[in-house]
């Protein structure tokens, strides 16, 4: 089955935030995208209210504010279960979840999680989180010398993905990292041929190279800050 891996069910995977810190911002809306290539597309977003103030350089991004939050916003507790419940649903039947840049992703849902109370995407699955595809990790591994920015807008660009609106939105960036991923093994058809426990680990093993060779450019950069983390797909979560 997994070598039809393309074929299959996907499961794609987005938040939009108040922030960039994985362990102290908050999940602002929400996207899971249920894709059977050439079947169905069932989409289904979370609107929550963080229960913080939404920086307004945050609001600028993803257009959503304080106020709007507040008045239209779920329940994090709420929404936080929902989303983690129907993520370990399909893991546990082994349909990939595609993110882009899904350390972000998937770091600060676990971290939302334990700030509720709730069980983190390890804990409900009893093992590590997988199998992940992230088109970020792909592209930085498949075309490693190609110069320019890796946004979500820069490879649509690259690979002739056409967004139906503004990304930003959680579902739209979610369609559109599908899309991507699509083009992404048209582009590379060798990705179709690894199982999905394969490709998880070369993904894995990918993005820690590409972490130690920026990392060690920070450095030689005279950066401060810690730099990027090697782990992947999941950074700071509780474990099992």
Known sequence: MDQDWTRGPLLGFDTETTGVDVAGDRIVTAALVLRVPGVSTDVRTWLLDPGVEIPEEAAAIHGIT?????????????ALEEIAAELAL???????????????????????LTRHGLPTLPE????SVGPVVDPLVIDRWKDRFRQGKRRLGDLSEWYGVTNEGDLHSADVDVLAT??????LVRRFPELAEMSLLELHHEQAGAHREWAEGFN??????????????GLWPVQ?????
């Open 236 to 240: 700071n979560a509780r474990s099992a």
């Open 66 to 78: 304080t106020e709007h939050a507040r008045a239209h916003g779920e329940e994090p507790r709420k």
């Open 178 to 183: 599908l899309d991507v991923l699509q083009a």
């Open 90 to 112: 399909h893991l546990r039947q082994g349909v990939p979840v595609v993110a882009y840049n899904a350390a972000f992703d998937l770091s600060l849902l676990d971290a939302e």
């Open 124 to 127: 409900r699955l009893g093992t």
């Open 216 to 229: 060690e450019w920070r450095t030689r950069q005279g950066l401060d800050g810690p730099g990027a983390s």
